[in-house]
């Protein structure tokens, strides 16, 4: 059975006061979803991911929104694995469509990433979702399918049961236009399939694939009735407490 799994990307929002005002103020609401057997997180910029550290109950997710793939050296303006590992986190998202769009992230990056986070114990939140354009053209199968199979290339099936997946259709993600349940259920069941075919079915039957993309507290629990959306990617509304809150006990039913 696979555990649901929530997770805010902040993206570029908060000052660390914001950041530790949210940290300092989500301990009811975790304990309640943690009580469910749901994990709940937040990925923050990083320069708030020590005060989200600092301040939130160990129980909440705290995950970076991107890292390099080298330990150190000449690369400006990126960080390493192991200075995330060394504050403590554990999660790291990767593949994110903004970040495919605006800092050029391909899968095939993603895909170094990946196995470099797996190596220190570390679990990728791996992006994948089509544009509009595609999605209009009836292509989205073949293309999601295409950055799953590059970005997991070359995984061991126990290194592979380790990755969540977030689907997250860009004309979905911050448009306030959210993929139908079917829809989203579709892709999802799509990805499930083609991961079995790369790692055999009952590691694909462990993977947690999230769905992304305008989720709100009033449309969650949509989602989660689905068999194949294991959990919700959010960004616009995990940025409110009421709103976490609100996406918690959608999730929880
Ligand atoms: C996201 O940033 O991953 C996202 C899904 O954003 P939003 O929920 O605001 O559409």
């Known amino acids: 059975m696979r555990k649901k ?13 914001e950041a530790k005002e949210f940290a300092k103020g989500c301990g009811e609401m975790v304990e309640y979803a943690v009580s469910h057997g749901i994990d709940v997180g937040v990925a923050p ?3 708030c991911l020590c005060p989200v550290l600092k301040h939130a109950p160990k129980e909440l997710i705290v995950a970076a929104q991107n890292v390099n793939e080298h330990d150190h050296g000449a690369y400006t303006g990126e960080i390493s694995i192991p200075m995330l590992k060394e504050i403590g986190i554990g999660w790291v998202i990767l593949g994110h469509s903004e970040r495919r769009e605006y800092n050029g992230e391909t899968s095939e990056a993603c895909n170094l990433k990946i196995k470099a986070l797996l190596a220190n114990d570390m679990v990728p939140v791996y992006c994948c979702g089509e544009s509009l354009g ?9 293309f999601v399918e295409e950055q799953i199979r590059v970005g997991l290339a070359d995984l061991k099936p126990e290194e592979a049961e380790k990755v969540v997946i977030a689907y997250e259709p860009i004309w979905a993600i911050g448009t306030g236009k959210s993929a139908t349940k079917e829809i989203a259920e579709e892709t999802i069941a799509h990805i499930r ?32 009735s689905m068999p194949d959306i294991d959990g919700a990617l959010v960004g616009g509304a995990s940025l409110e407490l009421d709103s976490y809150k609100g996406l918690i006990e959608g999730l929880v039913g």
């Open 5 to 17: 799994l929530l997770l805010g990307n902040w993206k570029m929002n908060k000052t660390r006061p």
């Open 45 to 47: 910029t990083f320069v």
């Open 134 to 142: 595609t999605f209009e053209e009836g292509k989205t199968k073949p």
């Open 193 to 224: 399939g083609v991961l079995a075919s790369m790692f055999g079915a009952p590691v694909a039957e462990k993977i947690r694939i999230l769905y992304g993309g305008s989720v709100k507290p009033g449309n969650i629990a949509e989602y989660m």
